[in-house]
């Protein structure tokens, strides 16, 4: 009686188990409690119901969790999270990190807001660069060394607009909602109605979105021809299969 293929050969030696990675998750949990760190900073400084306001708070949130789960996957020899919301956040801290200091801390934007920027301090000072610097530059540095290549699919970049187009929302309905002498009424000076109006907001969402999906299919382009992390272990070796007759 024939033996069932599925019987014959067992499945660890066909699909390698996934191992403990101490770097991983010490690099991640460092990653995400820079993110916590961050948060808690701007809570203690702040109103935190203004706080909770922000797109930046909203990403390292997701940060924070994100990658604490990683790091608690890699640790216990979990599979990885879904590549929809590890690339998805990685988009959004990208876009973090990119509007902060190409757009915000900018003099030469139109949006420049340097001045402001400029006149933090002490532990506000700490926060801001965890939040806009450190977060965005070490879950990029997750994503392309700690990470195998190939899981990210091209309608992931899509389906990523859906974080910025529910802040956007929100942004609209809390600012019609406040009065109009709150000073944080607007959350970021682009999507300041009293300003630009309805319509000029809605072309810099646009122009924003655009740029997200640009930039989410940048990185799906890049998840499919980085290189691959050569495994360790847990693999027949090539040249011990050739013994075998």
Not at 6 to 31: D, E, K, Q, T, Y
Not at 48 to 77: D, K, P, Q, Y
Not at 169 to 196: E, Q
Request: with cysteine.
């Amino acid at each position: 009686m024939l033996t069932p293929p599925s019987a014959a050969v067992p499945a660890s030696a066909v699909m390698s188990p996934v191992g403990r990675r101490p770097w991983a998750a010490a690099f991640r949990a460092l990653i995400a409690a820079s993110a916590a760190t961050g948060l808690v900073i701007e809570c203690a400084y702040g109103n935190v119901l203004v706080v909770l306001s922000f797109f930046t708070i909203w990403t390292n949130i997701l940060v924070a969790v994100v990658l604490g789960l990683g790091a608690v996957r890699a640790w216990t020899r979990r599979p990885p999270l879904s590549a929809l919301w590890t690339g998805g956040t990685l988009l959004c801290i990208a876009v973090v990190g990119l509007v902060f200091h190409l757009v915000l801390d900018n003099e030469a934007s139109e949006f420049n807001a340097a001045a402001e920027i400029a006149r933090l301090s002490g532990a506000k000072a700490v926060s801001n660069q965890l939040l806009h610097t450190v977060t965005p530059i070490g879950t990029a540095l997750d994503f392309l060394l700690l990470t195998a290549p190939g899981a990210l699919r091209w309608r992931h970049a899509a389906q990523w607009l859906a974080a910025p187009g529910l802040y956007f929302a929100f942004a609209l309905v809390r600012g019609a909602l406040l009065s109009p002498d709150a000073p944080t009424r607007y959350t970021y000076p682009f999507l300041d109605v009293t300003v630009h109006g309805y319509g000029g907001v809605l072309v810099n969402a646009v122009v924003l979105g655009a740029a997200f999906y640009v930039l989410g299919l940048a990185i799906v382009g890049l998840d499919r021809i980085r290189p691959a992390p050569r495994p360790r272990g847990y693999r027949i070796s090539s040249e011990r299969a050739r013994g075998l007759k």
